[in-house]
């Protein structure tokens, strides 16, 4: 999500973007062949004292962040319920610290330098026939509309605060998902016009 990222560099903006996205796939398998509390609670904790450390953050990650806090405690409030205190932990560990460190990602990587990555690791499917560029295309567009989708609910939302003094909510799914779809029909079209 292009929005979220910080012009202002960070010390994590000196890590290579391939490196960043190789510890958050091998944290990522890692964490969920554990269910240890010793091991998930620091690993979260480690996860939200990193993404402090890149402050101040911006109106957008701090939003996404407390939104991910609160789905945490809402999993963690499901699992009690079910009488599964042990789950409850683990989900909400595991959530907690895949979130911060895709946040913190998110922070200080461009999309250009993640589709370079993802690039460079489809390469070799090429010799297998894999038309790897529109693999990569595909990404990208995957990227895009992930960001696009959240800007226009940012803006469809926004509209609906200044007309009624409220927040949207569920109400905005059906706009929403018409302009997408929209959207969504208008790049397919180009494109088909483009590689015809």
Not at 7 to 24: N, R
Not at 42 to 59: D, I, M, T
Not at 88 to 107: E, Q
Not at 172 to 193: E, F, K, S
């Amino acid at each position: 999500m292009q929005y979220l990222y910080r012009e202002d560099a960070t010390w994590l903006h000196s890590i290579p973007a391939s490196l960043k996205l190789f510890v958050l796939a091998t944290l990522g398998t890692a964490l969920f062949l554990t269910e240890r509390a010793g091991i998930l609670l620091p690993v979260a904790a480690g996860s939200a004292g990193l993404l402090l450390s890149l402050r101040p953050l911006g109106p957008g990650a701090l939003k996404l962040a407390r939104s991910i806090v609160l789905g945490a405690l809402l999993v963690a409030a499901f699992h009690m319920a079910m009488g599964q205190p042990m789950v409850a932990l683990a989900s909400a560990s595991r959530l907690l610290a895949m979130a911060f460190l895709g946040i913190a990602l998110t922070l200080s990587a461009r999309h250009s330098e993640l589709l370079e990555v993802f690039e460079r690791l489809l390469a070799p499917l090429a010799l297998l026939g894999v038309r790897v560029d529109r693999v990569n295309l595909l990404l990208a567009l995957m990227m895009r509309f992930t960001e696009q989708f959240l800007a226009q609910w940012k803006r469809l939302d926004d509209a609906h605060r200044v007309r009624t003094g409220r927040p949207g909510g569920l109400r905005l799914i059906a706009p929403l998902t018409i302009q997408m779809l929209l959207a969504a029909r208008r790049v397919g079209d180009t494109l088909q016009t483009r590689i015809r």
